[in-house]
């Protein structure tokens, strides 16, 4: 037989739990699908060069708003890979962001790169988030 001691503890541990992840969820952000990501490249890209899961790096150039708020800071780390697609042709992908010090993945719509249009190191690209993800703030 528990007595009412316990039964008190009990329910100051589920009033605790409830309130951590009451917390941990007003303390962090959802991204949503569709959002998009400009960047610019850090080396240039082309689909002669690529190699099937090559990286490349980005910098954020424009903030990332979510209802309203800056969630992601111009200035951001970014990262993806190519992928080769039909002869000639090559699609690229961001994959990660970095955002105080913690990486986060993501996943991006591709976009295409042409054998004829390379991207330049410092190129503007725009990527749109195809899943959200949180990010902890």
């Known amino acids: 037989m528990r007595t009412p001691s316990r039964w008190f503890e009990v329910a100051a541990l589920i009033v605790s739990i409830s309130v951590c992840s009451t917390a941990t969820a007003a303390a962090s952000k959802s991204v ?7 960047v610019m490249l850090d080396q ?15 910098t954020l150039k424009q903030p990332v708003e979510v209802e309203g708020q800056i969630v992601i800071p111009a200035g951001a780390s970014a990262g993806g890979v190519m992928t080769k697609g039909a002869p000639g042709s090559a699609e690229m992908e961001l994959n990660s962001i970095f955002v105080n010090g913690k990486s986060y993945r993501i996943t991006t719509e591709p976009v295409t790169v042409g054998q004829k249009a390379p991207f330049p190191a410092g190129a503007t690209v725009t990527f749109h988030l195809m899943l959200s993800f949180n990010l902890a703030r």
């Open 32 to 38: 949503p699908v569709m959002t998009a990501f400009t």
């Open 44 to 58: 240039a890209v082309s689909a002669k060069t690529a190699a099937n899961g090559a990286p490349f790096t980005a």
